[in-house]
Protein backbone atom coordinates (compact mmCIF):
# COMPACT_ATOMS: atom_id res chain seq x y z
CA UNK A 1 0.00 0.00 0.00
CA UNK A 2 2.57 2.58 1.09
CA UNK A 3 4.82 1.50 -2.31
CA UNK A 4 1.72 2.21 -4.19
CA UNK A 5 0.93 5.05 -2.59
CA UNK A 6 4.15 6.72 -3.96
CA UNK A 7 4.41 5.50 -7.14
CA UNK A 8 1.25 7.76 -7.29
CA UNK A 9 3.13 10.64 -6.44
CA UNK A 10 5.96 9.68 -8.70
CA UNK A 11 3.61 9.79 -11.26
CA UNK A 12 1.51 12.84 -10.60
CA UNK A 13 5.19 14.50 -10.36
CA UNK A 14 6.29 12.82 -13.70
CA UNK A 15 2.35 13.89 -15.16
CA UNK A 16 3.03 17.95 -14.71
CA UNK A 17 6.20 17.68 -17.01
CA UNK A 18 4.74 15.28 -19.34
CA UNK A 19 1.94 17.11 -20.05
CA UNK A 20 3.77 19.94 -20.54
CA UNK A 21 5.13 18.18 -23.27
CA UNK A 22 1.74 16.95 -24.61
CA UNK A 23 -0.12 20.76 -24.62
CA UNK A 24 2.76 21.74 -26.78
CA UNK A 25 2.58 19.63 -29.47
CA UNK A 26 -0.96 19.28 -29.62
CA UNK A 27 -1.26 22.78 -29.82
CA UNK A 28 0.99 23.03 -32.79
CA UNK A 29 -0.71 20.59 -34.46
CA UNK A 30 -4.34 21.11 -33.57
CA UNK A 31 -3.60 24.95 -35.08
CA UNK A 32 -1.23 24.41 -37.94
CA UNK A 33 -1.56 21.18 -38.97
CA UNK A 34 2.44 20.00 -38.53
CA UNK A 35 3.71 17.69 -36.45
CA UNK A 36 6.60 18.79 -34.90
CA UNK A 37 10.00 16.39 -35.07
CA UNK A 38 11.70 18.98 -33.07
CA UNK A 39 9.77 18.75 -29.92
CA UNK A 40 12.10 16.67 -28.38
CA UNK A 41 15.60 18.43 -29.82
CA UNK A 42 13.32 21.47 -28.10
CA UNK A 43 13.25 19.81 -24.96
CA UNK A 44 16.78 19.21 -24.97
CA UNK A 45 17.36 22.83 -26.04
CA UNK A 46 15.34 23.90 -22.84
CA UNK A 47 17.66 21.72 -20.60
CA UNK A 48 21.13 22.93 -22.13
CA UNK A 49 20.11 26.48 -22.36
CA UNK A 50 18.65 25.53 -17.90
CA UNK A 51 22.75 24.46 -18.18
CA UNK A 52 23.83 27.42 -19.84
CA UNK A 53 21.98 30.11 -17.69
CA UNK A 54 22.91 28.28 -14.24
CA UNK A 55 25.98 27.35 -14.48
CA UNK A 56 28.40 29.21 -17.83
CA UNK A 57 26.42 32.21 -16.67
CA UNK A 58 26.02 31.66 -13.38
CA UNK A 59 22.17 32.59 -13.00
CA UNK A 60 20.36 32.52 -9.85
CA UNK A 61 18.15 29.04 -10.49
CA UNK A 62 14.81 30.70 -10.80
CA UNK A 63 16.21 33.24 -12.93
CA UNK A 64 17.63 30.68 -15.06
CA UNK A 65 13.75 28.89 -15.67
CA UNK A 66 12.23 32.08 -17.32
CA UNK A 67 15.92 32.06 -19.34
CA UNK A 68 15.35 28.94 -20.77
CA UNK A 69 11.98 29.29 -21.53
CA UNK A 70 12.55 32.69 -23.30
CA UNK A 71 15.44 31.25 -25.47
CA UNK A 72 12.66 27.60 -25.90
CA UNK A 73 10.34 31.13 -27.19
CA UNK A 74 12.77 33.01 -29.28
CA UNK A 75 14.08 29.46 -30.94
CA UNK A 76 10.62 28.20 -31.49
CA UNK A 77 9.53 31.33 -33.47
CA UNK A 78 12.69 31.42 -35.37
CA UNK A 79 12.27 28.05 -36.59
CA UNK A 80 8.66 28.83 -37.70
CA UNK A 81 9.58 31.53 -39.74
CA UNK A 82 12.83 30.10 -41.21
CA UNK A 83 11.19 27.13 -42.32
CA UNK A 84 7.57 26.52 -41.82
CA UNK A 85 6.42 29.87 -43.23
CA UNK A 86 7.59 29.14 -46.49
CA UNK A 87 5.89 25.70 -46.79
CA UNK A 88 2.53 27.10 -45.72
CA UNK A 89 0.84 25.49 -49.06
CA UNK A 90 3.12 22.32 -48.65
CA UNK A 91 0.96 18.81 -47.66
CA UNK A 92 1.79 17.03 -44.15
CA UNK A 93 4.17 15.11 -45.30
CA UNK A 94 7.00 17.87 -46.59
CA UNK A 95 6.52 19.84 -42.95
CA UNK A 96 6.58 16.73 -41.54
CA UNK A 97 10.12 15.71 -43.32
CA UNK A 98 11.66 19.70 -43.14
CA UNK A 99 10.94 19.19 -39.12
CA UNK A 100 12.65 15.82 -39.00
CA UNK A 101 15.95 17.57 -40.67
CA UNK A 102 15.64 20.00 -38.40
CA UNK A 103 15.39 17.81 -35.44
CA UNK A 104 18.18 15.96 -36.79
CA UNK A 105 20.46 19.62 -36.81
CA UNK A 106 19.52 20.35 -33.69
CA UNK A 107 20.27 17.00 -31.88
CA UNK A 108 23.20 16.82 -33.81
CA UNK A 109 24.27 20.16 -33.36
CA UNK A 110 23.75 19.82 -29.37
CA UNK A 111 26.24 16.58 -29.40
CA UNK A 112 28.42 18.26 -31.08
CA UNK A 113 28.93 21.56 -28.99
CA UNK A 114 28.71 19.69 -25.67
CA UNK A 115 29.67 16.25 -26.47
CA UNK A 116 27.97 13.45 -24.98
CA UNK A 117 28.53 13.56 -21.46
CA UNK A 118 25.62 14.23 -19.59
CA UNK A 119 25.86 17.64 -17.45
CA UNK A 120 24.57 18.04 -14.18
CA UNK A 121 22.14 21.22 -13.14
CA UNK A 122 22.59 22.24 -9.67
CA UNK A 123 19.82 23.30 -7.83
CA UNK A 124 19.40 25.01 -4.88
CA UNK A 125 16.83 22.83 -2.87
CA UNK A 126 18.15 20.72 -0.13
CA UNK A 127 18.96 17.16 -1.03
CA UNK A 128 17.10 15.74 2.34
CA UNK A 129 13.68 14.62 0.96
CA UNK A 130 10.39 15.97 2.50
CA UNK A 131 8.73 12.97 4.25
CA UNK A 132 5.32 12.90 4.87
CA UNK A 133 3.94 9.48 6.32
CA UNK A 134 5.18 6.36 4.51
CA UNK A 135 6.31 8.46 1.15
CA UNK A 136 9.18 10.66 0.51
CA UNK A 137 9.00 13.68 -2.06
CA UNK A 138 12.10 15.50 -2.81
CA UNK A 139 11.69 19.40 -2.70
CA UNK A 140 12.72 20.08 -6.45
CA UNK A 141 10.30 17.66 -7.49
CA UNK A 142 7.54 19.37 -5.47
CA UNK A 143 8.59 22.69 -7.20
CA UNK A 144 8.65 20.92 -11.04
CA UNK A 145 5.35 19.56 -10.37
CA UNK A 146 3.97 23.46 -8.82
CA UNK A 147 6.20 24.90 -12.20
CA UNK A 148 4.57 22.52 -15.14
CA UNK A 149 0.88 23.21 -13.12
CA UNK A 150 1.53 26.73 -12.94
CA UNK A 151 2.76 26.88 -16.90
CA UNK A 152 -0.45 24.67 -17.60
CA UNK A 153 -2.57 27.35 -16.27
CA UNK A 154 -0.54 30.17 -17.92
CA UNK A 155 -1.51 28.44 -21.56
CA UNK A 156 -4.68 27.57 -20.38
CA UNK A 157 -5.57 31.31 -19.46
CA UNK A 158 -4.16 32.72 -23.00
CA UNK A 159 -5.60 30.30 -25.05
CA UNK A 160 -9.26 30.83 -22.79
CA UNK A 161 -8.92 34.62 -21.65
CA UNK A 162 -6.48 36.86 -24.22
CA UNK A 163 -7.18 38.28 -27.65
CA UNK A 164 -4.48 36.42 -28.88
CA UNK A 165 -6.03 33.43 -27.47
CA UNK A 166 -9.14 33.65 -29.40
CA UNK A 167 -7.35 34.62 -32.48
CA UNK A 168 -5.88 31.23 -32.24
CA UNK A 169 -8.62 29.48 -31.41
CA UNK A 170 -10.77 31.48 -34.55
CA UNK A 171 -7.35 30.44 -36.67
CA UNK A 172 -8.23 26.60 -35.60
CA UNK A 173 -11.52 26.45 -36.77
CA UNK A 174 -10.85 28.17 -39.89
CA UNK A 175 -8.27 29.51 -40.96
CA UNK A 176 -9.35 31.41 -44.31
CA UNK A 177 -12.46 33.27 -42.70
CA UNK A 178 -9.97 33.90 -39.47
CA UNK A 179 -7.73 36.17 -42.02
CA UNK A 180 -11.01 37.58 -43.01
CA UNK A 181 -12.17 39.03 -40.24
CA UNK A 182 -8.61 40.68 -39.38
CA UNK A 183 -6.47 38.04 -37.90
CA UNK A 184 -3.15 38.09 -39.13
CA UNK A 185 -2.54 34.56 -39.35
CA UNK A 186 1.04 34.25 -39.92
CA UNK A 187 1.68 35.95 -36.54
CA UNK A 188 -1.21 33.94 -34.88
CA UNK A 189 1.59 30.68 -36.69
CA UNK A 190 4.54 32.04 -35.24
CA UNK A 191 3.02 32.64 -31.97
CA UNK A 192 1.89 28.70 -31.71
CA UNK A 193 4.87 27.40 -32.62
CA UNK A 194 6.96 29.88 -30.52
CA UNK A 195 4.39 29.15 -27.68
CA UNK A 196 4.41 25.39 -28.14
CA UNK A 197 8.50 25.35 -28.12
CA UNK A 198 8.91 27.42 -25.13
CA UNK A 199 6.48 24.89 -23.20
CA UNK A 200 8.67 21.88 -24.47
CA UNK A 201 12.24 24.35 -23.68
CA UNK A 202 10.31 24.82 -20.04
CA UNK A 203 9.63 20.62 -19.45
CA UNK A 204 13.20 20.14 -20.45
CA UNK A 205 14.60 23.06 -18.15
CA UNK A 206 12.27 21.62 -15.37
CA UNK A 207 13.50 18.23 -15.67
CA UNK A 208 17.01 18.98 -16.30
CA UNK A 209 17.79 19.10 -12.83
CA UNK A 210 15.94 16.61 -11.67
CA UNK A 211 18.22 13.76 -13.37
CA UNK A 212 21.00 15.26 -15.84
CA UNK A 213 20.84 17.08 -19.38
CA UNK A 214 22.18 14.99 -22.36
CA UNK A 215 21.71 15.54 -25.99
CA UNK A 216 19.73 12.04 -26.33
CA UNK A 217 17.31 13.47 -23.67
CA UNK A 218 14.69 14.83 -26.30
CA UNK A 219 14.51 11.34 -28.44
CA UNK A 220 12.13 9.62 -25.42
CA UNK A 221 10.37 12.71 -24.95
CA UNK A 222 9.11 13.48 -27.79
CA UNK A 223 8.34 9.99 -28.36
CA UNK A 224 6.17 10.24 -24.80
CA UNK A 225 4.45 13.63 -26.11
CA UNK A 226 3.16 11.70 -29.66
CA UNK A 227 1.81 9.15 -27.12
CA UNK A 228 0.19 11.64 -24.73
CA UNK A 229 -1.27 13.71 -27.52
CA UNK A 230 -2.33 11.05 -29.41
CA UNK A 231 -3.68 9.40 -25.87
CA UNK A 232 -5.80 13.21 -25.88
CA UNK A 233 -6.81 13.51 -29.40
CA UNK A 234 -4.45 15.78 -31.68
CA UNK A 235 -5.03 19.36 -31.25
CA UNK A 236 -7.21 18.70 -27.53
CA UNK A 237 -5.44 20.69 -24.97
CA UNK A 238 -7.39 19.16 -22.01
CA UNK A 239 -6.69 15.68 -23.87
CA UNK A 240 -3.16 16.37 -23.62
CA UNK A 241 -3.21 17.66 -20.25
CA UNK A 242 -5.10 14.52 -19.22
CA UNK A 243 -3.17 11.80 -21.45
CA UNK A 244 0.19 13.55 -19.87
CA UNK A 245 -0.71 11.87 -16.27
CA UNK A 246 -2.40 9.11 -17.70
CA UNK A 247 1.15 8.13 -19.53
CA UNK A 248 3.12 9.02 -15.91
CA UNK A 249 0.84 6.60 -14.21
CA UNK A 250 1.04 3.90 -17.01
CA UNK A 251 4.88 4.22 -16.59
CA UNK A 252 5.20 4.41 -13.08
CA UNK A 253 2.97 1.17 -12.27
CA UNK A 254 4.02 -0.28 -15.09
CA UNK A 255 7.87 0.03 -14.00
CA UNK A 256 7.05 -0.62 -10.52
CA UNK A 257 4.46 -4.02 -10.98
CA UNK A 258 5.58 -5.66 -14.29
CA UNK A 259 9.09 -4.50 -15.45
CA UNK A 260 11.44 -2.02 -15.65
CA UNK A 261 12.75 -2.33 -18.66
CA UNK A 262 9.43 -1.75 -20.20
CA UNK A 263 8.93 1.11 -18.94
CA UNK A 264 9.76 3.34 -21.82
CA UNK A 265 7.84 1.05 -23.57
CA UNK A 266 4.07 1.95 -22.41
CA UNK A 267 4.14 5.09 -24.37
CA UNK A 268 4.40 3.07 -27.49
CA UNK A 269 1.59 0.66 -26.62
CA UNK A 270 -0.59 2.85 -25.63
CA UNK A 271 0.04 4.95 -29.00
CA UNK A 272 -1.00 1.63 -30.55
CA UNK A 273 -3.66 0.36 -28.47
CA UNK A 274 -5.51 3.93 -28.48
CA UNK A 275 -5.17 3.83 -32.40
CA UNK A 276 -6.24 0.37 -32.92
CA UNK A 277 -9.54 1.13 -30.19
CA UNK A 278 -10.37 4.54 -30.81
CA UNK A 279 -8.27 6.71 -33.62
CA UNK A 280 -9.55 10.05 -32.58
CA UNK A 281 -8.01 9.65 -29.22
CA UNK A 282 -10.18 9.38 -26.03
CA UNK A 283 -10.76 12.89 -25.50
CA UNK A 284 -10.91 14.51 -28.85
CA UNK A 285 -13.31 17.37 -29.90
CA UNK A 286 -12.64 18.47 -33.32
CA UNK A 287 -14.48 21.72 -33.24
CA UNK A 288 -12.35 23.07 -31.17
CA UNK A 289 -9.32 23.63 -28.98
CA UNK A 290 -9.00 25.01 -25.53
CA UNK B 1 15.89 8.80 -69.99
CA UNK B 2 15.98 8.16 -66.37
CA UNK B 3 14.83 4.46 -67.20
CA UNK B 4 18.57 3.78 -68.54
CA UNK B 5 20.02 4.61 -64.67
CA UNK B 6 18.77 1.00 -63.30
CA UNK B 7 20.77 -0.83 -66.06
CA UNK B 8 23.91 1.42 -66.16
CA UNK B 9 23.95 1.26 -62.77
CA UNK B 10 24.22 -2.59 -62.70
CA UNK B 11 26.51 -2.93 -65.55
CA UNK B 12 29.01 0.44 -63.61
CA UNK B 13 28.26 -1.61 -60.21
CA UNK B 14 29.28 -5.33 -61.51
CA UNK B 15 32.32 -3.88 -63.15
CA UNK B 16 33.41 -1.65 -60.12
CA UNK B 17 35.33 -4.52 -57.80
CA UNK B 18 37.46 -5.37 -60.77
CA UNK B 19 39.30 -2.12 -60.50
CA UNK B 20 38.93 -1.53 -56.46
CA UNK B 21 40.64 -3.23 -54.34
CA UNK B 22 40.50 -0.91 -51.50
CA UNK B 23 38.40 -2.85 -48.35
CA UNK B 24 37.54 0.01 -47.00
CA UNK B 25 35.38 1.44 -50.12
CA UNK B 26 34.28 -2.04 -50.66
CA UNK B 27 32.55 -2.47 -47.47
CA UNK B 28 31.39 1.00 -48.08
CA UNK B 29 29.86 -0.32 -51.00
CA UNK B 30 28.56 -2.99 -49.44
CA UNK B 31 26.52 -1.32 -46.80
CA UNK B 32 25.47 1.37 -49.44
CA UNK B 33 24.01 -1.37 -51.32
CA UNK B 34 22.00 -3.19 -48.35
CA UNK B 35 20.31 0.41 -47.38
CA UNK B 36 19.30 1.19 -51.05
CA UNK B 37 17.24 -2.13 -50.75
CA UNK B 38 15.79 -0.53 -47.54
CA UNK B 39 15.08 2.90 -50.52
CA UNK B 40 13.78 0.55 -52.80
CA UNK B 41 11.42 -0.96 -50.46
CA UNK B 42 10.73 2.33 -48.76
CA UNK B 43 9.40 3.37 -52.23
CA UNK B 44 7.11 0.88 -52.83
CA UNK B 45 5.25 2.37 -49.65
CA UNK B 46 6.60 6.10 -49.14
CA UNK B 47 6.53 6.76 -52.77
CA UNK B 48 3.72 4.76 -54.90
CA UNK B 49 1.33 4.81 -52.32
CA UNK B 50 1.67 7.51 -50.75
CA UNK B 51 2.18 6.55 -46.89
CA UNK B 52 4.96 7.70 -44.69
CA UNK B 53 5.95 4.75 -43.30
CA UNK B 54 8.33 5.83 -40.72
CA UNK B 55 8.82 2.44 -39.28
CA UNK B 56 10.66 0.35 -41.91
CA UNK B 57 13.95 0.12 -40.03
CA UNK B 58 11.78 -2.42 -37.72
CA UNK B 59 11.70 -4.99 -40.80
CA UNK B 60 15.26 -4.54 -41.40
CA UNK B 61 16.01 -5.20 -37.83
CA UNK B 62 13.72 -8.31 -37.79
CA UNK B 63 14.96 -9.53 -40.57
CA UNK B 64 18.40 -9.57 -38.98
CA UNK B 65 17.80 -10.59 -35.88
CA UNK B 66 15.70 -13.67 -37.31
CA UNK B 67 18.27 -14.90 -40.03
CA UNK B 68 21.21 -14.60 -37.10
CA UNK B 69 18.93 -16.61 -34.45
CA UNK B 70 18.13 -19.17 -37.20
CA UNK B 71 21.74 -19.94 -37.97
CA UNK B 72 23.47 -19.48 -34.34
CA UNK B 73 19.86 -21.44 -32.50
CA UNK B 74 18.41 -20.60 -29.60
CA UNK B 75 16.90 -21.87 -26.87
CA UNK B 76 13.98 -19.80 -24.77
CA UNK B 77 11.89 -20.45 -22.15
CA UNK B 78 8.25 -19.22 -22.47
CA UNK B 79 5.27 -18.50 -19.90
CA UNK B 80 3.45 -22.05 -19.21
CA UNK B 81 6.37 -23.93 -19.16
CA UNK B 82 7.15 -24.04 -23.04
CA UNK B 83 10.21 -24.12 -24.27
CA UNK B 84 11.63 -23.83 -27.63
CA UNK B 85 15.30 -24.75 -28.52
CA UNK B 86 17.22 -24.81 -31.86
CA UNK B 87 20.08 -26.19 -32.60
CA UNK B 88 21.29 -23.71 -35.45
CA UNK B 89 20.99 -24.04 -39.15
CA UNK B 90 22.07 -23.05 -42.51
CA UNK B 91 22.26 -19.25 -43.08
CA UNK B 92 20.80 -19.32 -46.47
CA UNK B 93 17.90 -20.83 -44.44
CA UNK B 94 17.99 -17.89 -42.33
CA UNK B 95 17.50 -15.98 -45.54
CA UNK B 96 14.13 -17.43 -46.47
CA UNK B 97 12.81 -17.13 -42.92
CA UNK B 98 13.66 -13.30 -42.17
CA UNK B 99 12.03 -12.76 -45.79
CA UNK B 100 8.87 -14.84 -44.61
CA UNK B 101 8.77 -13.80 -41.38
CA UNK B 102 9.06 -9.82 -42.12
CA UNK B 103 6.71 -10.75 -44.89
CA UNK B 104 4.35 -11.91 -42.11
CA UNK B 105 4.88 -8.66 -39.82
CA UNK B 106 4.32 -6.53 -42.62
CA UNK B 107 1.24 -8.01 -43.18
CA UNK B 108 0.16 -7.63 -39.92
CA UNK B 109 1.10 -4.25 -39.22
CA UNK B 110 -0.51 -2.98 -42.41
CA UNK B 111 -3.37 -4.85 -41.65
CA UNK B 112 -3.78 -2.48 -37.98
CA UNK B 113 -2.09 0.22 -38.97
CA UNK B 114 -4.12 0.91 -42.13
CA UNK B 115 -7.03 2.02 -40.26
CA UNK B 116 -5.41 5.36 -40.00
CA UNK B 117 -3.91 7.64 -42.29
CA UNK B 118 -2.16 10.56 -42.43
CA UNK B 119 -0.07 11.97 -39.15
CA UNK B 120 -1.63 8.83 -37.26
CA UNK B 121 0.09 6.26 -39.47
CA UNK B 122 3.38 7.93 -39.38
CA UNK B 123 2.93 8.16 -35.19
CA UNK B 124 2.30 4.40 -35.40
CA UNK B 125 4.79 3.12 -37.81
CA UNK B 126 7.20 4.72 -35.18
CA UNK B 127 5.71 3.36 -32.55
CA UNK B 128 6.14 -0.41 -33.82
CA UNK B 129 9.74 0.39 -34.53
CA UNK B 130 10.54 1.13 -30.94
CA UNK B 131 8.38 -1.17 -28.92
CA UNK B 132 10.48 -3.62 -31.42
CA UNK B 133 13.58 -2.24 -30.43
CA UNK B 134 12.53 -2.45 -26.83
CA UNK B 135 11.87 -6.06 -27.03
CA UNK B 136 15.49 -6.81 -28.85
CA UNK B 137 16.62 -4.79 -25.75
CA UNK B 138 15.29 -6.77 -22.91
CA UNK B 139 14.25 -10.16 -24.08
CA UNK B 140 18.01 -10.99 -23.33
CA UNK B 141 17.26 -14.91 -23.57
CA UNK B 142 16.52 -14.85 -27.20
CA UNK B 143 18.46 -11.52 -28.34
CA UNK B 144 21.49 -11.24 -25.46
CA UNK B 145 19.98 -7.27 -25.12
CA UNK B 146 22.51 -5.42 -25.33
CA UNK B 147 25.55 -7.76 -25.43
CA UNK B 148 24.82 -8.33 -29.57
CA UNK B 149 24.99 -11.85 -31.34
CA UNK B 150 28.11 -12.65 -32.02
CA UNK B 151 29.68 -14.29 -34.40
CA UNK B 152 27.38 -14.62 -37.09
CA UNK B 153 28.55 -17.10 -39.69
CA UNK B 154 28.48 -15.72 -43.40
CA UNK B 155 26.21 -16.34 -45.98
CA UNK B 156 25.98 -20.10 -47.77
CA UNK B 157 25.19 -20.57 -51.05
CA UNK B 158 25.28 -24.28 -52.83
CA UNK B 159 26.48 -23.51 -56.00
CA UNK B 160 26.88 -26.20 -58.82
CA UNK B 161 29.79 -28.38 -58.96
CA UNK B 162 31.38 -26.94 -55.98
CA UNK B 163 28.88 -27.99 -52.88
CA UNK B 164 28.10 -25.11 -50.51
CA UNK B 165 30.38 -22.20 -50.35
CA UNK B 166 30.38 -19.68 -47.63
CA UNK B 167 30.79 -15.68 -48.55
CA UNK B 168 33.35 -14.64 -46.93
CA UNK B 169 35.37 -12.34 -48.66
CA UNK B 170 34.09 -8.50 -49.17
CA UNK B 171 33.91 -9.72 -52.82
CA UNK B 172 31.39 -12.36 -52.74
CA UNK B 173 29.62 -10.67 -50.39
CA UNK B 174 29.16 -7.10 -52.46
CA UNK B 175 28.30 -9.71 -55.92
CA UNK B 176 25.19 -11.13 -53.63
CA UNK B 177 23.78 -7.92 -52.53
CA UNK B 178 24.36 -6.50 -55.93
CA UNK B 179 22.48 -9.42 -57.04
CA UNK B 180 19.35 -9.21 -54.28
CA UNK B 181 19.22 -5.36 -55.08
CA UNK B 182 18.68 -6.42 -59.06
CA UNK B 183 16.03 -8.81 -58.17
CA UNK B 184 14.52 -6.65 -55.65
CA UNK B 185 14.35 -3.79 -58.63
CA UNK B 186 12.72 -6.29 -61.15
CA UNK B 187 10.07 -7.17 -58.21
CA UNK B 188 9.33 -3.58 -57.99
CA UNK B 189 9.17 -2.51 -61.47
CA UNK B 190 7.12 -5.67 -62.49
CA UNK B 191 4.78 -4.62 -59.51
CA UNK B 192 4.36 -1.14 -60.38
CA UNK B 193 3.56 -1.14 -64.07
CA UNK B 194 1.00 -3.99 -63.02
CA UNK B 195 -2.83 -3.54 -62.93
CA UNK B 196 -1.80 -3.65 -58.85
CA UNK B 197 0.17 -0.82 -59.20
CA UNK B 198 -2.33 1.36 -61.05
CA UNK B 199 -4.31 0.47 -57.67
CA UNK B 200 -1.46 1.78 -55.66
CA UNK B 201 -1.16 4.78 -57.59
CA UNK B 202 -4.89 5.73 -58.12
CA UNK B 203 -5.15 5.05 -53.82
CA UNK B 204 -2.11 7.90 -53.84
CA UNK B 205 -3.81 10.40 -55.98
CA UNK B 206 -7.22 10.29 -54.52
CA UNK B 207 -8.31 7.52 -52.27
CA UNK B 208 -12.23 8.59 -52.76
CA UNK B 209 -12.64 7.98 -56.46
CA UNK B 210 -9.91 4.89 -56.59
CA UNK B 211 -11.97 3.56 -53.82
CA UNK B 212 -15.33 4.58 -56.15
CA UNK B 213 -13.66 2.49 -59.17
CA UNK B 214 -14.27 -0.80 -56.95
CA UNK B 215 -9.89 -0.65 -55.56
CA UNK B 216 -9.62 -2.33 -52.08
CA UNK B 217 -7.89 0.21 -50.29
CA UNK B 218 -6.58 -1.81 -47.39
CA UNK B 219 -5.90 -4.96 -49.78
CA UNK B 220 -3.98 -3.15 -52.25
CA UNK B 221 -1.81 -1.20 -49.51
CA UNK B 222 -1.21 -4.14 -47.10
CA UNK B 223 0.11 -6.65 -49.58
CA UNK B 224 2.40 -3.20 -50.93
CA UNK B 225 3.35 -3.04 -47.33
CA UNK B 226 3.97 -6.86 -46.88
CA UNK B 227 6.39 -6.97 -50.01
CA UNK B 228 7.74 -3.88 -48.96
CA UNK B 229 9.03 -5.44 -45.34
CA UNK B 230 10.13 -8.81 -46.97
CA UNK B 231 12.42 -6.84 -49.04
CA UNK B 232 13.54 -4.83 -45.88
CA UNK B 233 14.36 -7.81 -44.20
CA UNK B 234 16.17 -9.49 -46.92
CA UNK B 235 18.39 -6.74 -46.60
CA UNK B 236 18.44 -6.70 -43.00
CA UNK B 237 19.52 -10.65 -43.45
CA UNK B 238 22.48 -9.67 -45.80
CA UNK B 239 23.44 -7.18 -43.24
CA UNK B 240 23.90 -9.93 -40.49
CA UNK B 241 25.67 -12.10 -42.08
CA UNK B 242 28.08 -9.97 -43.98
CA UNK B 243 28.69 -7.83 -40.77
CA UNK B 244 28.50 -10.89 -38.57
CA UNK B 245 27.39 -9.22 -34.88
CA UNK B 246 23.82 -7.07 -34.73
CA UNK B 247 22.47 -5.49 -31.59
CA UNK B 248 19.43 -3.83 -30.71
CA UNK B 249 20.98 -0.65 -32.43
CA UNK B 250 19.78 -2.10 -35.99
CA UNK B 251 16.26 -0.61 -35.26
CA UNK B 252 17.50 2.98 -34.40
CA UNK B 253 15.18 5.43 -35.94
CA UNK B 254 18.81 6.90 -37.53
CA UNK B 255 18.47 4.33 -40.37
CA UNK B 256 15.21 5.08 -41.39
CA UNK B 257 15.87 8.81 -41.57
CA UNK B 258 18.99 7.54 -43.95
CA UNK B 259 16.27 5.64 -45.55
CA UNK B 260 13.67 8.58 -45.91
CA UNK B 261 16.67 10.92 -46.75
CA UNK B 262 17.85 8.42 -49.87
CA UNK B 263 14.05 7.84 -51.29
CA UNK B 264 12.81 11.61 -51.11
CA UNK B 265 16.06 13.38 -52.50
CA UNK B 266 16.20 10.83 -55.24
CA UNK B 267 12.25 10.98 -56.24
CA UNK B 268 10.21 9.04 -54.26
CA UNK B 269 7.44 7.44 -56.70
CA UNK B 270 10.14 7.06 -59.49
CA UNK B 271 12.24 3.62 -59.92
CA UNK B 272 15.15 5.25 -60.47
CA UNK B 273 14.79 7.64 -57.33
CA UNK B 274 16.21 5.49 -54.50
CA UNK B 275 19.11 3.76 -56.40
CA UNK B 276 19.88 7.49 -56.92
CA UNK B 277 19.58 8.62 -53.33
CA UNK B 278 21.05 5.63 -51.69
CA UNK B 279 24.17 5.62 -53.80
CA UNK B 280 24.35 9.41 -52.99
CA UNK B 281 23.69 8.81 -49.29
CA UNK B 282 25.69 5.45 -48.73
CA UNK B 283 29.04 6.98 -50.25
CA UNK B 284 28.03 10.80 -48.98
CA UNK B 285 29.85 9.37 -45.20
CA UNK B 286 32.84 7.96 -47.23
CA UNK B 287 33.40 11.72 -48.86
CA UNK B 288 32.95 14.27 -45.16
CA UNK B 289 34.65 11.22 -43.24
CA UNK B 290 37.70 12.96 -43.81
CA UNK B 291 36.66 16.26 -43.30
CA UNK B 292 34.50 15.89 -40.09
CA UNK B 293 33.33 13.97 -37.40
CA UNK B 294 29.75 12.24 -37.37
CA UNK B 295 27.58 14.74 -35.35
CA UNK B 296 28.78 17.00 -38.34
CA UNK B 297 28.40 14.71 -40.61
CA UNK B 298 24.62 14.47 -39.49
CA UNK B 299 23.94 18.22 -39.46
CA UNK B 300 25.09 18.11 -43.13
CA UNK B 301 22.66 15.33 -43.83
CA UNK B 302 19.60 17.59 -41.96
CA UNK B 303 20.46 20.26 -44.21
CA UNK B 304 20.26 18.62 -47.22
CA UNK B 305 17.07 17.25 -46.44
CA UNK B 306 15.84 20.22 -46.00
CA UNK B 307 17.41 21.89 -48.90
CA UNK B 308 15.85 19.10 -50.68
CA UNK B 309 13.08 19.59 -49.43
CA UNK B 310 13.19 23.37 -50.09
CA UNK B 311 14.63 23.34 -54.09
CA UNK B 312 14.16 20.27 -55.19
CA UNK B 313 10.56 19.09 -53.56
CA UNK B 314 9.77 16.21 -56.12
CA UNK B 315 13.79 14.74 -55.77
CA UNK B 316 16.73 14.61 -58.16
CA UNK B 317 15.27 12.14 -60.83
CA UNK B 318 11.82 13.93 -61.51
CA UNK B 319 14.14 16.84 -62.17
CA UNK B 320 16.48 15.50 -64.08
CA UNK B 321 13.69 14.55 -66.00
CA UNK B 322 11.76 18.02 -66.50
CA UNK B 323 15.33 19.04 -67.32
CA UNK B 324 16.00 16.85 -70.01
CA UNK B 325 12.34 17.57 -71.33
CA UNK B 326 12.85 20.78 -71.66
CA UNK B 327 16.36 20.81 -73.89
CA UNK B 328 14.18 18.94 -76.18
CA UNK B 329 13.52 20.79 -79.59
CA UNK B 330 9.67 21.82 -80.06
CA UNK B 331 9.11 19.16 -82.93
CA UNK B 332 8.75 16.28 -80.40
CA UNK B 333 7.05 17.62 -77.31
CA UNK B 334 4.24 15.77 -78.46
CA UNK B 335 6.00 12.05 -78.25
CA UNK B 336 7.61 13.78 -74.72
CA UNK B 337 4.50 14.65 -73.31
CA UNK B 338 3.48 10.73 -72.15
CA UNK B 339 6.76 10.60 -69.74
CA UNK B 340 5.70 14.46 -68.47
CA UNK B 341 2.43 12.74 -67.27
CA UNK B 342 4.14 10.20 -66.13
CA UNK B 343 6.37 11.84 -64.27
CA UNK B 344 4.20 15.05 -62.95
CA UNK B 345 2.47 13.17 -59.99
CA UNK B 346 3.12 15.81 -57.29
Redesign the interface.
Given at each position: MDQLLQHILNALVLGGTYALLGIGLTLI?GIMNV?NFTHGALYTFGGYAMYLAAVALGLNFFVALPVALVAGLLLGAFIEFT?LR??RR?D???T???M??????M???T??IFGGVAKAVPTPFPAQPLVIGPVSLSYVNLFVLAAAIALIAITYFTINGTRLGRAMRATFQDHDTAALMGVNVSLIYTATFAIGSALAAAAGALLGPVYVVTPQMG?LAA?KA??IV?LGG?GSISGATIGGFILAFAEELGAGYI?S??R??M???I??AV??VK?TGLFARAERIG | MTRFIAPLFLVVFALVPLGLKDPYLLNALIITGILTICAMSLNLLLGFTGQLSLGHVAFFGIGAYVSALTALGFDVSLPFGLRITHEGGSPLLGFVLAVGLTGLCGYLIGRLSFRVRGAYFVIVTISFAEVVRLVALNWVELTQGPLALTAIPNMVLPVPGLGDVALRSKMQNYYLVLAVAAVSYLIIARLVASRFGRAMRGLKENESLALSLGINATRTLTVAATISAAMAGAAGSLYAHYIRIIDPDVFLFSYTVTMVIMVVSGGKGTLAGPLVGGILFGLLPVALRPVMAPEAQWIVYGAILIAILFLMPRGIVPALESLALRRRPATETKSAAKPAEAGANP
Open positions: FVLPLSIDTMLVIGAGIIQSGLWEVFAILSGYDAGFLIILLP | -
